[in-house]
């Protein structure tokens, strides 16, 4: 079992900037990988980015190539988002998520990011 503590949501204006961080414990020795969706009010859920543990390798959701950037620290079991350039489609509740080697994913609690135009 992984549990997922999430924080850096917020209100920022368009154009600003945020970083959300997402604190792992539990069975984080089984990391495959960990990352970020989103869902925004009427809206699925959907991918934003993730980092395969192993080898530091990232991926990103088209809509946010090149705005966001997922990292990690590894002694402290955290992965970060920074988020720049946010647009007025980013807002929604943004959730960490953990996946281990078996294929079990575990979710955080979410944290909501409110952009203003």
């Known amino acids: 079992q992984v549990q997922l503590v999430e924080s850096g949501g917020g209100l920022v204006q368009a154009g600003g900037s945020l970083r959300l961080s997402c604190a792992a414990s539990?069975?984080?020795?089984?990391?495959?990988?960990m990352g970020w969706y989103r869902q925004a009010p009427g809206k699925e859920r959907e991918f934003v980015a993730s980092l395969t543990w192993s080898i530091d390798s990232t991926r990103y959701a088209d809509s946010v190539k090149g705005r966001f950037t997922i990292s990690r620290d590894i002694v402290k079991n955290t992965v970060y988002l920074q988020m720049n350039s946010l647009k007025s489609e980013d807002p929604a509740v943004y959730y960490c998520t953990h996946t281990s080697h078996s294929g079990r994913r575990s979710w955080g609690q979410g944290t909501q990011v409110t952009v203003s135009s």
């Open positions: 539990g069975r984080t020795f089984s990391t495959y990988d």
